[in-house]
Structures are given as structure tokens and as C-alpha cells.
């Protein structure tokens, strides 16, 4: 029990699958660093060697780049803090502070997922010049995205800190809850997003896409992830719905199977794809294209800047 005697769970959480995902989480943050590393310094020499032979239209830096997985691996660790407290409430489920920190953690970490994949394909369609097949203009696709993100993320944030307390257990679900179905919405059109812009651009090919294809295979990726979030969003939100004796909130295995699974195959995906599909071997390939004779920037005709920060800041004004 809480102090004012509102019992936090209706369940002692397992330890030893709190265990699991505690060390599954850690291991694969380590894992993403050390491969972020790897694959941004190398990807940073072949484009300084490239960049010589040639200059493009478009580019990005490396820490640009890079910068879009800052949110994933954040994503990592959070869980694995979740889940670590998950360890300590086993152990004593009165205790508040656990019960807060692994609630707020495991609610807020797939926004951060969730980020990351936004900008890995607003960085993919502007290397690709292909930002018109999206649904809403380019300089405004990963903003809108993102900002409905970080609402979502503030409101499960601020709403799983509040059902700690039996006065505002209800408000605190509420809040939750219309989190959730932000993101769900918002997902659900970036998906759509993804799939029109899947067929769009067979059916009016750029200059880049044409001549790689590695664009397709981080495309799929980023779709599979997206409904893996999806649908873990869905479940909770069904969750919070159903309230604090229902079916989802009384029985802990919902939580490993419609969360925690989803969410360590969704990192799974992106570690083991890392040395084929990246958004580094993107950019050197957008960087070859442009570089190719064959190169006319198709779909995107009217480019005449050096660099996406010079794109951007002339969309802007």
C-alpha cells in the first residue's frame, strides 16, 4: 500500500522477467553506442573522401545524422531504468518511488523510439529528393511529428506520475490515456505517410532511389517498427480505458507481451540491420547519386544550395 492506502499494483511484479528486460534493454543501448560510433566515423571518412572528387547538392553533417539516434538509445536506457525499478518494487510493491519511476519510464520510452524513426525518414525522403511524395510539405513533416510526440510523451509523463495518488489516480489516467491516442493518432498517419510514400515513388522514381536501393529495406524497417508502437499504444490505451480493475491492469503478463516485447524487437530490428540498413549508407549513397553523370535531381528540380542547413534556411523564409 501507499501511504494513503491506495495499493499501487494489483499484482507483485515478477522479478525474474523484470530481470530480462532490465539487462536485454542495457545490453542493447551498449550495443546501439557502440555501433553509432563505428559506423558515423567510418561513414564520416567516406564522405570526406567523396565530398573531395565532387560537391553536391545535398549532404548532411555527420553529427546531424547521428543526432537521430540520440532519442533511440535514450529510448534503450529508459526501459531498462523501467524495468530495473520494476526489480525493486518485486521486492516491496509499497514503495511510490518505484512504482512512479518504472510507470512514467515504460509509458514515456517508445515516444523516444517514436522520434528517432520520424527523423529517420525526413532525413531519408531529403537525401532521396523526394520530399513531394510526402503528405504535408517537407519542412513541416518531421516538426509536425515530432511536436505531436513530445506532447504525447509530456502527457503519459505527467498522467503516470499522478495515479501514484488515489485523488488523482482517475486525472492521472485520464492524462494517460489521451496520450496514448495522440500517439495513436499521429502514428497512424505517419504509417500512412510511409505507405504512400512506398507507392508514389515507384511509380515516380527520383534520380537517388533509382539507382540504390537500400532506402527500400530502412523504409520497411521504420514501417514494422512504427506498427510494433502502434500497436503496443493501442493496448495500453485499451489499458487505461478499462481502468484500474480491468482485464490488462490486473494480469502483469499484458505488459511483457504487449510492451516490453514489442519494444526489445523493435531496438532488436534496428541493431541487427545497423551494417546493411542505416541512415549513414543513405547519405553516402545520396552523395554517389548525385555525384553519377546520370544525376538530374528529379522530383526535386528547383535545388540550387549546397547544403540541407542552406535548403532548409531558404524554405523557412
Known amino acids: 500500500m501507499a501511504k494513503d492506502g491506495f495499493e499501487l499494483y494489483r499484482y507483485t511484479p515478477e522479478l525474474g522477467a523484470s530481470i530480462l528486460f532490465t539487462v536485454l534493454f542495457a545490453v542493447s543501448g551498449v550495443a546501439f553506442v557502440?555501433?553509432?560510433?563505428?559506423?558515423?566515423?567510418?561513414?564520416?571518412?567516406?564522405?570526406?573522401?567523396?565530398m573531395k572528387s565532387q560537391p553536391v547538392l545535398r549532404y548532411y553533417g555527420t553529427v546531424n545524422l547521428a543526432g537521430a539516434y540520440v532519442p533511440f538509445i535514450f529510448g534503450c536506457f529508459v526501459e531498462c531504468v523501467g524495468f530495473a525499478f520494476r526489480c525493486k518494487s518485486s521486492k516491496d510493491t509499497t514503495l511510490l518511488n518505484p512504482y512512479i519511476i518504472q510507470t512514467v519510464f515504460l509509458l514515456v520510452s517508445p515516444t523516444l523510439y517514436a522520434a528517432s524513426i520520424y527523423m529517420f525518414f525526413g532525413r531519408m525522403a531529403t537525401l532521396l529528393f523526394a520530399e513531394n511524395l510526402m503528405i504535408m510539405p517537407a519542412r513541416f513533416?518531421?516538426?509536425?511529428?515530432?511536436?505531436?510526440?513530445?506532447?504525447?510523451?509530456?502527457?503519459?509523463?505527467?498522467?503516470?506520475?499522478?495515479?501514484?495518488?488515489?485523488?488523482?489516480?482517475?486525472?492521472?489516467?485520464?492524462?494517460?490515456?489521451?496520450?496514448?491516442?495522440?500517439?495513436i493518432a499521429f502514428f497512424g498517419l505517419f504509417i500512412i505517410n510511409e505507405v504512400l510514400f512506398i507507392f508514389k515513388m515507384s511509380k515516380k522514381p527520383t534520380s537517388v532511389s533509382v539507382r540504390y536501393g537500400s532506402w527500400k529495406y530502412l523504409n520497411i524497417a521504420l514501417l514494422v517498427n512504427s506498427f510494433l508502437i502502434l500497436i503496443r499504444s493501442i493496448v495500453r490505451a485499451v489499458e487505461f480505458i478499462q481502468g484500474y480493475d480491468g482485464e490488462i491492469a490486473s494480469h502483469e503478463w499484458y505488459l511483457y507481451i504487449f510492451d516490453g516485447l514489442p519494444m526489445f524487437l523493435l531496438v532488436l530490428i534496428f541493431i541487427v540491420a545497423f551494417p546493411l540498413i542505416n541512415i549513414f549508407r543513405i547519405h553516402e549513397e545520396s552523395i554517389q547519386a548525385q555525384q553519377s553523370a546520370r544525376f538530374d535531381g528529379t522530383n526535386y528540380p528547383d535545388v540550387e544550395v549546397t547544403s540541407i542547413e542552406e535548403d532548409l534556411a531558404s524554405k523557412s523564409e
Open 34 to 50: 557502440i555501433l553509432l560510433f563505428h559506423y558515423s566515423v567510418k561513414s564520416k571518412r567516406r564522405v570526406g573522401s567523396l
Open 141 to 183: 513533416n518531421t516538426t509536425i511529428f515530432v511536436i505531436g510526440d513530445v506532447g504525447s510523451l509530456l502527457l503519459q509523463a505527467i498522467g503516470g506520475a499522478m495515479m501514484s495518488k488515489v485523488t488523482s489516480a482517475s486525472s492521472g489516467s485520464h492524462l494517460v490515456t489521451a496520450g496514448l491516442f495522440i500517439q
